[in-house]
């Protein structure tokens, strides 16, 4: 099994994260795929749902055209605030426990898991607790594969970035607290709460442009501007210009966006495009798209201290 997609909902609009719709499976049990809405609202530079897309991993190539206009000249949907992937109302995965409140029976966790052979965590379920449970950053192992929701890490965390090799991975901490004030101990960390509310981990936050994560993952953007480490699923594909579904199906360094501003995107609403550094004296020079058009723009209008030259490659507005 190859690493994990993840769904986290993002659209960037001139420096302001957005929510999207969240991820949901069709009713054949296929998870969850993220329509071609042409959803190019007038404020937004086109920046992808982050999402996992393709009902078999085909990493954009198989998504659904819905010409979903509405009544914004340009397909954005200004009522729900859902930018570019707003999927139908259709049965999510069972959520039987809450990640926040852990509310399992004695010597069990709310863990996420995988219930329909996906490949993105889109259900919860109570799992019993290792005899000998890892703490936060312990080498830990799953049962079965990574998306099982057994493993051997203490209550309130779960075994995370796991090599579908050798199914060994580190343990990390939950998010406390709850939906609206989530908490992380670790001030090097950031709470990511995604897929639905089945992810909510505190991961490291990381630097787009250093792209400074362990072997195996890349630096990501997540809901609230905030960038952490995530194992990387590319596999074979993720360079500039190829399909992508999920934020983590491109290599590091690159970042899934709409295909209204990546040029190479063909065939495909999500394609992978590079971060660039808005100090950079190189420019636009540092986007493979220049020629295009391909601009280095800023990520968001007002980004968080540190992250002010974070940048990627688009075509402008």
Do not use: H
């Amino acid at each position: 099994m190859k690493n994990t997609r993840i769904w986290w909902p993002v659209a960037v609009v001139l420096g302001v994260a957005l929510t999207a719709c969240p991820a949901v499976d069709d009713p054949e049990g296929n998870p969850a795929t993220p329509s071609d809405d042409d959803n190019d609202d007038d404020d937004t530079e086109g920046f992808g749902t982050m999402g996992p897309g393709m009902p078999t991993g085909g990493n954009g190539q198989d998504s659904a055209d819905d010409d979903n206009d509405d009544d914004d000249p340009d397909g954005g949907d200004s009522d729900t605030g859902c930018m570019f992937v707003c999927p139908d109302d259709v049965p999510s995965g069972t959520f039987e426990c809450d990640m926040f409140a852990q509310d399992c029976p004695e010597g069990e966790k709310c863990m996420p898991w995988i219930n329909d052979g996906g490949d993105a965590w889109n259900a919860t379920r109570c799992s019993p607790i290792d005899q000998s449970p890892g703490q936060p950053g312990d080498e830990c192992t799953v049962e079965g594969s990574g998306g099982s929701g057994i493993d051997s890490c203490e209550a309130a965390s779960m075994c995370w970035a796991v090599d579908p090799d050798t199914g060994m991975g580190t343990c990390v901490a939950m998010c406390a607290g709850d939906e609206s004030n989530p908490l992380c101990e670790d001030p090097a960390t950031t709470c990511v709460n995604v897929n639905d509310g089945a992810i909510v981990l505190c991961l490291p936050t990381c630097d787009p442009l250093l792209q400074d994560c362990p072997d195996g993952q890349a630096c990501y953007i997540v809901p609230g501007d905030d960038f952490t480490c995530a194992p990387d699923a590319s596999g074979e594909m993720g360079v500039y210009g190829d399909p992508c579904g999920a934020i983590n199906d491109c290599d590091p360094g690159l970042v899934c966006g709409s295909a209204d501003v990546v040029p190479a995107c063909q065939g495909s609403p999500f394609c992978c495009t590079e971060f660039c550094d808005l100090d950079d004296p190189n420019g636009d020079a540092q986007c493979s798209g220049q020629a295009a058009g391909q601009e280095c723009l800023a990520v968001v209008a007002d980004p968080q201290p540190g992250y002010e030259a974070v940048g990627w490659c688009a075509l402008p507005s």
